[in-house]
């Protein structure tokens, strides 16, 4: 199969973002006197965009909306001052977009985190390589699993759908790929399980980022 362009998932997937995230969120909770969660258990709270983060990270009962837009409020002014305490491109994620440079081929970012940290993001911690679309969460479009917003990059990079490479590290990525006629790749270095990465839909998976240079021989 050939492709002419990659999106990537952004969290787990090119940035282990994890442990800033957790800090962040539990600095939060605390703060309100709500439990706070352990590292393995943010894996799973994680990719479905801030406000569902702290939706999810509430004890059962009490995420009244009126509550989660306070917490909102909390954790985005906490994430701005937290985001890149420990924040890092994984392992191997340079030679991968090196390689992708290499073979000018387009390149896209789409989160579901806000899209202002996600610009961030790019801008600071993968300054080094040209992403040609770099979207995270805007009012107005759907969250991923919904193709809607991996559409739209797909338009803003003039490609067919089925001419794309969608790498992510959850089955919502995967959900998403499918959803908007993109190739699903998964990669096993980010927050969630092989298993959740096959249930929805990976037909690829791989361990190391090298290995996705493989797809475009």
């Given amino acids: 199969m050939t492709f002419n362009a990659v999106i990537f998932d952004l969290d787990g997937t090119l940035l282990d973002?994890?442990?800033?995230?957790?800090?962040?969120?539990?600095?939060?909770?605390?703060?309100?006197?709500?439990?706070?969660?352990?590292?393995?258990?943010?894996?799973?709270?994680?990719?479905?965009?801030?406000?569902?983060?702290?939706?999810?990270?509430?004890?059962?009962?009490?995420g009244t909306e009126e509550t989660i837009d306070r917490l909102l409020k909390d954790l985005m002014v906490e994430y701005a001052d937290n985001w890149m305490v420990n924040s890092r491109p994984y392992p191997g994620i340079a030679a991968l977009l090196d390689a992708i440079t290499a073979r000018q081929m387009k390149m896209a970012i789409l989160s579901n985190k806000v899209d202002h940290f996600t610009r961030l993001c790019a801008d600071n911690l993968l300054k080094s390589w040209n992403f040609n679309v770099v979207m995270g969460h805007q009012d107005g479009i759907a969250h991923k699993p919904d193709p809607e917003g991996a559409l739209l990059v797909a338009s803003m990079l003039g490609e067919d759908p089925s001419a794309i490479?969608?790498?992510?590290?959850?089955?919502?990525?995967?959900?998403?790929?499918?959803?908007?006629?993109?190739?699903?790749?998964?990669?096993?270095?980010?927050?969630?399980?092989?298993?959740e990465l096959l249930e929805f839909g990976a037909k690829t998976l791989v361990q190391h980022p090298e290995e996705i240079i493989g797809m475009f021989e």
């Fill in 165 to 195: 490479l969608y790498v992510g590290d959850s089955g919502i990525d995967m959900l998403t790929a499918t959803r908007a006629g993109m190739y699903p790749l998964g990669v096993l270095w980010g927050f969630r399980p092989e298993s």
């Fill in 17 to 62: 973002t994890l442990q800033d995230l957790v800090n962040t969120l539990n600095s939060v909770l605390a703060l309100h006197h709500y439990p706070t969660h352990t590292l393995d258990e943010c894996r799973f709270l994680v990719g479905h965009g801030m406000r569902e983060l702290i939706r999810k990270a509430l004890p059962e009962g009490v």
